[in-house]
């Protein structure tokens, strides 16, 4: 018996587990609102010199010159550090009057020499995430409950700690960790729902994760109009964390994890609760005794021929198959470019014309029709071809923006839109593709390098957009991302095999072995790639009696 199997013994979608998922799915609706701090706090915002600190040239600025605001004003010198007047160049350094004061970059001077500041924090809070993949295993050794408890604490006070900020350099640092806490807590959140319901749901799981995050998304705008001050938003926000404080009575441990850590008494009385509740009559210490131990795993392991398990299990040894090495590349860059292009449009509502709160809001929206349409197309028409046309579609309307934004800014928000929905279903496609081709001992590792590659591509992205406003080409930003986009769809189409219907590998051989372009098998017979994946895959640790296949 193996864990799937135990699941259904003592119901595998039962009241425990809808219970759970509920809760799970709950929790991960504020998560939305830390990460799009930046859509409040360092919105684009226009200003003027401001007299007081206005000098000609390089002399002192100490003396201001006989210029009133009037004239800054007159001359609509928007958002310009430097103004000529009489023939001499004036100055202004960061400080400056601002129409919107609500923002961290009228409070802190984050405008001229200082407008490298702005990139640089979102950037870090993305370094934050990315760091934050190394610690993942925090919950293999502590358990996912206590995990996601501190986590969900610490993310929500870290905001607080945020809005606390006396200078640039406590705000960099605070957004730094608040970045770092955030990511955790999702990451095992996912896993804990994937423990309790089976992998078999996996992917629904991951479309309903990606749902509640889009609900937290559109509420957000709420907070935005109640608290316009970045601050209020900030601390506003952070006292969201007291409902997590239920969580402490309610949130169970995973069962997998129990059984697997060898904590065998709790998880004996944790399967009673969950069978008791789902109304069946199971034999808890039957089925435990049925569980596979490790001496049957040894006989098992007799019939593996021409697998090693030490060789299958190195990530070295996959990127040695130039074929396996050239896919994983084309999804880290997919993955990186999927997510460049979702911050650039999500942390920068200034894409869309209008509203800026209502932006936000439809922004948010269209994820959800997005992440339901590419769950139920996949299923249907495959991976390959869907998420080609999704790359294709969001770069071909990334780039027309530009040309309609002046003179159609509707026509341009419902392409910013189209290219939004079109990238998020990109993105959601990218973990469930690269999880199908590569091998069972190193798709974890793949996963988590298909996460940091769109770690980084978060990362890169402020710098694109500041790099367009910094060269005064403020179509730039839109023009490189549906560039990447293009590129991005015919690498996948060209290089990524179509994955549905075909067993999920559990070795190179098998990997590689799937050659269907467009959806048809040039490779192998499909018989044969079913026949690879009756191969068990052990999952043991050592000292301990059970393992799973």
Known sequence: MDYQDLLEDIGSFGKYQKRVSVLLLLSLVPNALPLLMFAYTQYPTRFYCSTRD?????????????????????????????????????????????????????????????????????????????????FSNLADRFGRRPIILVFSFLQFVMVGVVGCSWNYISYAVFVFLSGFTGIIRYVCTFVLATEFLGEKRKTEIGAMCSIAYSVG???????????????????????????????????????????????????????????????????????????????????????????????????????????????????????????????????????????????????GLVEIPAILSTYFLIQRYGRSRICFLFLIVGGTSCTVVPFTKENQPILANAFVLLGKFAITGAFFMMYVVIGEITPTLVRSTSLGLASASARLGGIVMPFLFFAGQAAGEQNLPMLAMGGMALLGGYLFLRFIPETRGYPMPDSVLDAVNNKRVYGIQTGMSRLHGRQKQERPTLRCMKGLPYCFF
């Open 217 to 363: 998304y559109m509420i957000s705008p709420i907070f935005g109009y109640l608290f316009p001050y970045w601050r209020w938003y900030l601390w506003a926000t952070s006292c969201v964390g007291i409902l997590y404080i239920p969580l402490i009575w309610l949130l169970p441990e995973s069962l997998r994890w129990l059984i697997v850590s060898g904590r065998i008494e709790e998880a004996k009385i944790l399967t009673k609760k969950i069978a008791s509740v789902n109304g069946k009559n199971a034999d808890v210490e039957k089925v435990f005794q049925n569980l596979s131990t490790k001496e049957e795993i040894e006989e098992k392991k007799v019939s593996l021929d021409n697998f090693d398990l030490e060789k299958e299990a190195s990530y070295l040894h996959m990127m040695k198959n130039p074929t396996l090495r050239v896919r994983s590349c084309v999804m880290y860059l997919t993955g990186f470019i999927s997510a460049t292009i979702y911050f650039g449009i999500s942390l920068n509502p200034s894409q869309l014309s209008g509203n800026r709160l209502l932006n936000i809001f439809l922004s």
């Open 54 to 134: 206005i000098g000609n040239g390089s002399q002192d600025i100490s003396h201001p010159m006989s210029l009133n605001q009037s004239f800054f004003q007159e001359q609509n010198t928007f958002n310009q550090c430097g103004v000529l007047h009489e023939n001499n160049t004036v100055l202004c350094k960061a400080e400056g009057i601002y129409e919107d004061d609500n923002t961290v970059i009228a409070e802190f001077g984050l405008v001229c020499e200082n407008g490298w500041k702005v990139p640089i924090t979102a950037s870090l809070y993305m370094a934050g995430l990315l760091l934050a993949q190394f």
